[in-house]
């Protein structure tokens, strides 16, 4: 059963000046492909309620654009999808790496994400504060991972069991402290099919770039045929 799990960041235009804009999908190639793998008969599931034909949809920093132009497009579809939250840049914005990308993209706030939980959306962790958390001390690490699903937990009155490595940036000693924070699930930047029952702690993706309009033929040759 090949299943995928796509990641995305920003649904929406970028800026000119931006820089990694392969990090920004067109809302509108965005529903071109949501509309494909709804044509082809796949479903948008979750961790826990998978079909032969499933995919599963995982959105990284929580911005304000998943809001704006991603929702009502997976609405129409009754779609579901995983969206990782750095908590300390809620109602805020890319404090992580605005330099690096030159342009800052807002992050959705508290009353966001509590509507998306009342839509059906999983909410996970991505730390506090979006670091590389093999480069800091474990006792921060450990901090990053732990914090961010209590924070979590008590503004939204919901379990926190998914996990996402910024970065894709973790080792064994990191996987040790995601479990034992009390997470079912983590996911990482790794390509391939969906592996969670062998390895629910490094879960593969596929990354979904946006720095080239990505032909129908060849999203679903990545997405469904590889």
Same mark, same amino acid.
């Given at each position: 059963? @090949? ?11 970028? *800026? ?14 965005? /529903? ?10 796949? =479903? ?19 911005? !304000? ?9 997976? /609405?129409?579809? /009754? ?69 961010? @699903?209590?924070?979590? $937990?008590?503004?939204?009155?919901? $379990?926190? *069991?998914?996990?996402? &490595?910024?970065?894709?940036? &973790?080792?064994? =000693?990191?996987?040790?402290?995601? @479990?034992?924070?009390?997470? !079912? ?35 679903? !040759? ?5």
């Amino acid at each position: 059963m @090949k299943i995928k799990a796509l990641m995305y960041h920003s649904i929406d235009i970028p *800026n000119k000046n931006a820089n990694l804009k392969s990090l920004f999908v067109k809302p509108l190639e965005f /529903k071109k492909q949501m509309l494909t793998l709804k044509l082809l008969g796949y =479903k948008f599931s979750t961790l826990e309620n998978l079909s032969k034909k499933s995919v599963i949809l995982t959105f990284d920093d929580g911005f !304000k654009n998943f809001i704006e132009n991603a929702y009502p497009i997976l /609405k129409k579809l /009754k779609a579901t999808a995983y969206i990782f939250i750095p908590v300390s840049f809620i109602g805020k914005y890319n404090v992580w790496d605005y330099k690096k990308l030159n342009v800052k993209i807002p992050v959705m706030n508290w009353s966001d994400l509590q509507f998306l939980v009342k839509e059906g959306f999983i909410i996970g962790s991505h730390t506090m504060t979006h670091p590389f958390l093999t480069k800091i001390p474990l006792k921060d690490a450990k901090r990053e991972i732990e914090f961010s @699903k209590k924070f979590l $937990e008590d503004n939204l009155g919901i $379990e926190i *069991n998914t996990f996402c &490595y910024p970065y894709g940036d &973790y080792n064994k =000693k990191i996987v040790s402290l995601v @479990k034992n924070a009390g997470y !079912k699930y983590a996911f990482t930047t790794k390509k391939g099919n969906l592996n969670f029952l062998e390895n629910p702690f490094e879960i593969n993706r596929v990354f979904i770039s946006g720095n080239k309009v990505i032909s129908l033929p060849s999203f679903i !040759k990545k997405v469904i045929l590889r």
